[in-house]
């Protein structure tokens, strides 16, 4: 395919290969982006690559919703005891929140979609949700989450027990997901 303005594909190989070879389907393309360091505790992020046909505006639009919510999607996948934590363009950011490692011990195989949150003295810190963004190292995720803990909001249930429940209705997974009682210190 024609990709003019760049992007990064992020469906599955195996999505790919289905539409090559039978000569049907889309793709999902998100932007290509990356965050520079500006000193001083302040990062900005560059948008390097667009999809085609995405307007600007409306990826200024939907960028200044998340800063505004100062909330940051997370899928939760929970598979044999172990928790992985992925964002939306797909990076495991699991190390970066290590007071989330209690949903490992919830249930034996859940994904869930959510959102995790910073509050600093009781509302949410789009700041405190940064600097925990841009950690790479055990040491400093467990210093950040020990000084300032999120809390991961799950609002969805996509698989349960290794069954897909996504062709089920919006509803009926919610319900589902409000009996599981996935309530815990750091995650609702």
């Keep these: 395919p024609d990709f003019p303005t760049g992007g990064v594909i992020v469906d599955s190989g195996e999505a790919i290969a289905s539409a090559y070879a039978s000569g049907r389907g889309a793709f999902r393309v998100r932007a290509r982006w990356s965050v520079e360091d500006q000193g001083r505790g302040t990062w900005q992020a560059v948008v390097s690559e667009i999809p085609y ?105 996509l698989r349960l027990f290794g069954s897909d429940v996504t062709a089920r209705p919006w509803r009926d997974r919610r319900a589902l997901l409000e009996r599981l009682d996935l309530a815990g210190r750091h995650w609702q």
């Design 53 to 157: 046909q995405v307007p600007k505006s409306k990826l200024i639009e939907q960028i200044a919703a998340l800063i505004s919510d100062k909330r940051l999607p997370i899928l939760a996948d929970v598979r044999d005891s172990a928790l992985r934590l992925y964002s939306r363009n797909g990076n495991d950011v699991t190390a970066r929140f290590p007071e989330l490692a209690g949903l490992a011990e919830t249930y034996d195989d859940l994904l869930l979609d959510g959102e995790v949150v910073a509050l600093d003295g009781g509302r949410p810190s789009f700041h405190a949700l940064t600097d925990r963004m841009q950690v790479r190292g055990r040491r400093r995720a467990q210093h950040l989450a020990a000084a300032r803990p999120v809390t991961y909001m799950a609002f969805d249930l």
